[in-house]
């Protein structure tokens, strides 16, 4: 199969991806039902959760909400490696769809028109480690960006997985105390969970600031030729 037809299948699935996503915060679910389920089937419930979450969240399915569902069943220090284990197994399922989908395309696409794109190329491939890491910790932005992104930049699985799973430690940590502040009303856990999530947000953009201005300086070049 050439790059072209791989490439194809990559930019379906993507679509199928977008798609989903824009659904994850409409479906309905009947949560009574299935925790009543998980609590006869304690351990097989971990089993599915983990399969359904690897499987939704690779397909783009919010994140933040198979989380809060998790907290909603068990008990929530045992939710966030359940994430864990859910988005990492899902950003790898990503990676490897887009490194071997897409990247070889996007490469020679990039190496045929160049110009602006191949400049944004640039600015991610500077430091993939350091892409992958911020973008997974930057809360506003979906998994899939960075998962996608890793697979088509030079960066090898060892430190994808690393760079994965250190960007989205805080933020996993922080949804289930913020659902789980929530769920027993306690407004230290709401307050200092929401901060803490706002404050990674920042710290993560803060150590991605020369980066960010590159690209709105490309973005918008007629601002800063002012300037």
């Known amino acids: 199969m050439n790059s072209k037809k791989k490439f194809v299948l990559f930019s379906i699935f993507l679509i199928i991806s977008i798609f989903i996503a824009i659904l994850s915060g409409y479906l309905g679910v009947n949560f009574s039902a299935i925790e009543q389920f998980f ?12 399969g ?3 499987i939704l969240a690779s397909l783009s399915f919010s994140v933040s909400v198979m989380t809060s569902f998790g907290v909603l069943i068990f008990p929530w220090y045992w939710v966030i490696l359940y994430a864990m284990v859910g988005i990492i197994g899902s950003s790898i ?8 989908l897409g990247k070889n395309y996007i490469k020679n696409y990039l190496e045929r028109r160049g110009g602006k794109i191949e400049k944004f190329d640039k600015i991610f491939e500077k430091n993939a480690f350091k892409t992958t890491l ?3 910790a930057i809360f506003f932005v979906p998994p899939t ?14 430190n994808y997985f690393v760079a994965t799973f250190l960007g989205n430690i805080p933020n996993t940590f922080f ?4 659902v789980h502040g929530f769920i027993i009303s306690n407004t230290f856990e709401i307050y200092f969970s929401t901060i803490m999530l706002f404050l990674t947000t920042i710290v993560a953009m803060f ?4 980066e960010i201005r590159e690209i709105f300086v ?4 007629w601002i800063f030729k002012r300037n």
């Open 93 to 100: 399922i990503d990676f490897y769809i887009s490194r071997k």
């Open 145 to 158: 960006i960075p998962n996608f992104l890793g697979g088509i930049m030079n960066i090898n699985l060892k």
């Open 39 to 50: 609590e006869i089937n304690y351990f097989l419930s971990i089993f599915l959760y983990n």
């Open 175 to 178: 949804t289930v105390l913020l």
């Open 207 to 210: 150590f991605y600031t020369g």
């Open 134 to 136: 911020i973008l997974s």
């Open 218 to 221: 490309l973005s918008l070049p």
């Open 52 to 54: 359904l979450f690897i």
